[in-house]
Nanobody
Framework: RLQLIESGGGSVQPGGSLTLSCVAY????????MGWFRQGPGKGREGVAA???????RYADSMKGRFTISKDNAKNTVYLQMNSLKPEDTAMYYC????????????????????WGQGTQVTVSS
């Protein structure tokens, strides 16, 4: 059945790095707009980044420079490399996809996405 399975979360000290992975089952991630969202304690769901079918990456302004989204079409997997992590990056991180791979319109709007993973927790603390 269709699933998005995230992994790679964990606990890290400020300044550290993590790479999240999202494997898509029964969903052609190569053809979809694939995105990462996060939801911190007491906060709403926030768009982080997205990648289109041609591999073009898009980011929320506040995420540029520290986060990198990429994908491996052969593995049907999307990644989020996170560097220089800060305590405010603590959140549940979700992978999501929707069928606008060519343009990824409104890629930061969670309501555009049809398919969601269960999330992987990232905690940044000293």
């Amino acid at each position: 059945r269709l699933q998005l399975i995230e992994s790679g979360g964990g606990s890290v000290q400020p300044g550290g790095s993590l790479t999240l992975s999202c494997v898509a089952y029964q969903l052609p991630a190569a053809d979809y707009c694939m995105g990462w969202f996060r939801q911190g304690p007491g906060k709403g769901r926030e768009g982080v980044a997205a990648i289109d079918s041609d591999g073009r990456a898009r980011y929320a302004d506040s995420m540029k420079g520290r986060f990198t989204i990429s994908k491996d079409n052969a593995k049907n997997t999307v990644y989020l490399q996170m560097n220089s992590l800060k305590p405010e990056d603590t959140a549940m991180y979700y992978c999501a996809g929707f069928d606008d791979g060519r343009y990824c319109r409104r890629y930061l709007q969670h309501y555009e996405y049809s398919y969601w993973g269960q999330g992987t927790q990232v905690t940044v603390s000293s």
